[in-house]
């Protein structure tokens, strides 16, 4: 594969503030490398400046707007300021998803998929930024919309605007999911039991930041210069581990994450070839470190076995700890983790950070079956629905396993079904279900390895007393929304005090 050519101007230390002006010049990032002596010196230097991907033991590659090279100027260290001379391949022969579409193009694709499948595929807007671009995802299932009892999966790729194999390959993905689907039984499978969304492009100012027409000057971070891999509320640093505002592209994450209680996702990024599971912020393994080191290692597997020679074998034989390579605070992923009970992991796709789009098709060739084999993680492990034991209505709950859980590994079973989705390593455990107002329940379970353990539970409420307890409980599952709809089933409620003192409830739904 080409490599960008780079070119390395050595600065000293003492670099005026006149000079840095020049460097931001151009553009508000700038690309550099130090030499750092140990962990801890580089841990605490990613508080202050993007650490890149690539790094040897002594020597670090690093991206900062002004404000955030300032600070680093201030460390006093020597550094190497790193041109990356913009590459323009040759687009013009599109076919075969050998081309990074233009911005336009882009959105009609995914319009067109909507268009060509109404049933199988939405296309939501999540928001448009100030630029007018607008950050789109595609939801993909039969019964689309509709909420059932799946898991819900997501691919977001390139919240690095720069990073770009995985756009293209998300494109491609939702376009052989959908063609797929009544021909191909595995696809099908994932099409009817797995509520799919993938949103291709999470920065497209940065992808774009040269105009809409191509992606040959495309930037790491947004238009206001903030990574947006840094942006996310921290399980170790709390709100705003940037010292930024949160941007107008995590507000729309964070906004979609509040929307669909997604069960598993990844972070598709580029720059390296290995996948990197939580956590990034702190040395803490999580309670499911097996699981999450089981599904990083299928996925690098099938990288290495439909790629060429030396493809996704970076660090441990393609797989690795995020904080044991390097520290990263305000990641999207540990965000997912810690505050979603979502198991987000980080995928980094090609050494290239835009490959030549004549590598694409080899890229999807080599990565398409360990993202549908993620995907398919989604329906495994431990599942079923929580259910009140007087009514057989379905409740929110909480999922804890006994003796394990760790650091928000726990899950949430959602209304409007129900249905809860814990995934594990294979093993036995006990798993306690439990909701105010309902004597928790603990269970024995087995688990196997790519296989679906079906535990389907009900909790005996302690006792309902009043009308507005039982309304309480209605309430919850009128408010349930997707996307701002308002699911509004329950036609009829009818409560009556029997002679033990509980309540009997009558409730129709339509
Ligand atoms: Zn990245």
Known sequence: MLKNIILLLFIPFFCLSENVDTLFKKK???????????KLELNKISKIVSID????????????????FLEFLNLKKEYKIIELKPIIYNNSNKN?????????????????????????????????????????????????????????????????????????????????????????????????????????????DG???????????????????????????????GAHPDGNVYQPETIIFLGLADTVNFTISANIHGGVEVCNYPWDTWSNLTADNNWWQYVSQQYADSCQANGSSGYFNYLNDGITNGHDWYEVNGGRQDYMNYFKNCREVTLELSDDKTPNPNDLPYLWDANYPSLI???????????????????????????????????????????????????????NYDVTFSKN????????????????????????????TNVSEVNKEINQ??????????TNKIKNINVSNKSDDSVNKIITIE
């Open 28 to 38: 508000g990032e700038i690309y550099f490398s130090f030499e750092y002596k140990n």
């Open 53 to 68: 991907h690539k790094i040897t033991s002594e020597i670090a590659y690093a991206y900062a707007n002004k404000r955030e």
């Open 96 to 204: 075969n998803w050998n081309y990074y579409p233009t911005y336009q193009e882009y959105v009609s694709m995914m319009y067109d998929f909507q268009n060509l499948y109404p049933n199988l595929c939405k296309i939501h807007s999540l928001g448009t930024l100030s630029s007018g671009r607008e950050i789109l995802i595609a939801q993909i299932s039969n019964n689309v919309g509709n909420k059932e009892d799946e898991p819900s999966f997501l691919y977001t790729s390139s919240m690095h605007g720069d990073e770009l194999a995985g756009y293209v390959l998300s494109l491609r993905l939702i376009d052989y999911l959908l063609e797929g689907y009544g021909n191909d039984s595995r696809l099908t499978n994932l099409v009817e039991n797995i509520d799919i969304w993938i949103n291709p492009l999470a920065n497209p």
């Open 207 to 237: 992808a774009y930041a040269g105009g809409n027409q191509n992606v040959w000057s495309a930037t790491r971070y947004n238009a206001n210069w903030v990574d947006l891999n840094r942006n996310y509320p921290d399980p170790e640093d």
């Open 373 to 427: 084999n993620y995907m398919e993680q989604s329906l495994f492990g431990l599942r079923g629905i929580i259910s009140d034991s007087l009514t057989g209505l379905p409740i929110n709950a909480k999922v804890e396993i006994f003796n394990h859980d760790v650091d928000s590994s726990h899950v949430y079973s959602h209304l409007p079904i129900g249905n809860y989705h814990r995934y594990l390593y294979q093993g």
């Open 437 to 464: 107002g309902y004597y928790p329940k603990t269970i024995n379970t087995t688990i196997l390895n790519n296989n679906i353990t079906i535990e389907n539970i009900q909790l005996i409420p302690i006792n309902i």
């Open 477 to 486: 599952i009128n408010n349930f929304d997707l996307l701002g709809r308002k």
